[in-house]
């Protein structure tokens, strides 16, 4: 089985989150204010956001910055 990193993690709980929430990459992007397509990366483990972008994710998902991080592997083997 592979091994999941801390990107892939995080994006899975960004990507979740916004799906109960029945919101589009879309309209995240608009709340957010970053392009769709980055919506997309950061879902997919692609990319890797500041500390303040992760609130901003936060704010526009209606949670917090340590649930969005929650169980998001942390170590030398996290990548």
Known sequence: MARVTALQHF?????ERREELRLTQEELAGQ???DRTYISLIE???RNLSLLN???FAVALRTTPSALLK???YG????
């Open 32 to 34: 957010t204010g970053f």
């Open 11 to 15: 994006g899975t709980v960004i990507r």
């Open 71 to 73: 169980g998001v592997p």
């Open 54 to 56: 992760i609130c901003k």
């Open 44 to 46: 997919r483990g692609r």
């Open 76 to 79: 030398a083997d996290s990548d």
